[in-house]
């Protein structure tokens, strides 16, 4: 068993200190280390019982729970209950007493914790001068600050800015660059100065109104990444400065500002680039449902990716080989049979006419893909159900060829079929950070290697969509403001 302990004088009055560290989500404000935290379940912050659900900036995932709280001798007690870090019944206390010198405070934190054998000094190291010194710190700075309240930037009046606005439904050519106001953000709301937009094909399927998520004249786009520059009242998880992104509804990401709803945004980690996480969070998310929630990959199962070379598709293709998964992918010709493979797809099919069910087939001996993954939608409904295993599941997640007309008869196969949707994935806060955070950290251990192949101004708009419906691009697609 592991014992750290640290302590430090704070020049603040113990109340002061006291009313920061009994909010058990107080430490998101104030923390260096820390990104994202929120209390499970809407829980007050000071009930005991409750759990503090959060991500450091290294993108490590720990849950936490209040054991007890004391306002008379000003002491808390806190326990991990799991993490992504190898820390087994680790137990904290905060401690704070008056100093009478200066009407100042003396803050004790001490822990006990078990570590793997051999990993004793590195933990100690980490927990000692990362969490607690760094947190003395960090409190320090934050008192300095003078304010419980996230900052407000001093500017509340509307931003002007550029958008791209789809002026009808219909093709490339409705797209239009006009010149708008973003407003001051309002209760619950962020507004973002934004760097880079990913381009999906969702926002195709808008633009079309296939998907009626707008009402002409309107912006599109669902996702991108950016500086906050103020934020409403209520918020606060962000503040003015925090690098952030999103991916989510309703449509509007097509602008170099944007005032939107702050319970979808999240903080990216100090090594994610805001070009990075515009191409990634939508198709990175996506990815993470599919492969651990719509259906949990085994290793040794043979997963069929389509459109192996797209977006989505490199990325899932990646994920699946690291999962264990024995990978075939469609694509449309051979340079992107290359790609593909280099992304993890360990059989690319090269194939113009939605033909790919025989190969298939062949490639698992006759018994077809237990897992297929499909974003073309009808051109390919009669394949999938030929190259679909016996108790298989397909999980139609896009409709790039167009919608299906009736759906397809799965009892000759026993199979499952699911039509999943991100946004009902991310919908409530706490798996929006945890699907964020398990996105993050496949970025940074190399699990995801993002492939931005296509860079377009915001006011190419147009073009992007008509290389992206041509099937001209590969990996992600971002428009820069």
């Known amino acids: 068993m592991i014992r750290v302990t640290r302590s430090a004088v704070i020049d603040a009055p113990i109340g002061r200190v006291w009313e920061v560290l009994r909010d058990f989500n107080s430490h998101w404000a104030w923390h260096p280390a820390l990104g994202e935290s929120s209390i499970v379940g809407g829980e007050p912050a000071d009930q005991v019982g409750c759990v503090r659900n959060f991500f450091l900036k290294d993108g490590n995932h720990i849950r936490e729970q209040l054991l007890a709280l004391s306002d008379r001798d000003h002491v808390s007690t806190y326990c991990i209950l799991d993490a992504t870090l190898p820390m087994k019944r680790y137990v904290a206390t905060v401690q704070l007493k008056h100093v009478t010198d200066g009407d100042r405070t003396f803050w004790n934190w001490q822990s006990t914790f078990e570590v793997p054998r051999g990993r004793e000094k590195e933990f100690a190291k980490l927990v000692g001068k990362g969490v607690y010194e760094g947190g003395f710190e960090g409190l320090r700075a934050y008192l ?3 304010s419980l309240a996230p900052a407000r930037a001093a500017n509340a009046g509307a931003l002007q800015c550029q958008a791209v606005v789809a002026t009808a439904f219909g093709g490339p050519e409705v797209l239009r660059l006009e010149d708008r106001a973003a407003s001051a953000p309002g209760p619950g709301e962020v507004r973002i100065r934004q760097t880079a937009v990913g381009v ?5 399927y808008v633009r079309k109104g296939l998907y009626r998520m707008i009402d002409p ?3 599109l786009g669902m996702e991108a990444a950016g500086e906050v520059v103020d934020v409403g009242d209520g918020v606060a998880h962000l ?3 925090d690098r952030v992104a999103y991916a989510c509804p309703p449509p509007g990401a097509y602008a170099s500002v944007r005032t939107m709803n702050a319970d979808q945004v999240v903080v990216l980690p100090d090594d994610i680039s805001e070009e990075t996480a515009a191409a990634a969070m939508l198709k990175g998310m996506t990815t993470e449902y599919l492969l651990h929630r719509t259906v949990r990959v085994r290793p040794g199962q043979a997963v069929l990716v389509h459109a192996a070379a797209g977006g989505v598709g490199l990325l899932l293709c990646q ?3 690291a999962l264990g998964a024995k990978v075939i992918g ?5 340079d992107k049979a290359r790609l593909a493979r280099a992304h993890g797809c360990d059989f690319p099919i090269v194939t113009g006419d939605y033909r790919f069910a025989a190969e298939v087939r062949n490639l698992t001996n006759g018994r077809g893909a237990e897992v297929i993954y499909d974003g073309l939608g ?5 394949e999938n159900l030929e190259a679909l295993a016996f108790t298989g599941h397909w999980a139609m997640y896009g409709q790039a060829s167009g919608p299906h007309e009736a759906l397809p008869d799965l009892g000759a196969k026993s199979g499952t079929l699911s039509r999943p949707v991100l946004f009902h994935y991310t919908a409530d806060r706490a798996q929006l ?3 964020a955070g398990n996105l993050f950290r496949a970025l940074r251990d190399g699990t995801l290697r993002v492939a931005v192949n296509h860079r377009y101004p915001l006011g190419a708009a147009a073009e992007a969509h008509r290389d992206l419906e041509a099937r001209r691009t590969t990996g992600s697609v971002v428009l820069l403001p």
């Not at 999906?200 to 195709?204: A, C, L, T």
């Not at 469609?330 to 051979?334: F, I, L, M, R």
């Open 378 to 382: 009808r051109a390919a409904a009669a």
């Open 239 to 241: 503040l003015p400065g």
């Open 319 to 321: 994920w699946a080989k």
């Open 217 to 219: 004249p309107a912006p």
């Open 144 to 146: 300095r600050r003078g």
């Open 200 to 204: 999906n094909y969702i926002d195709v």
């Open 433 to 435: 950070t945890e699907i």
């Open 330 to 334: 469609t694509v449309s010709s051979e």
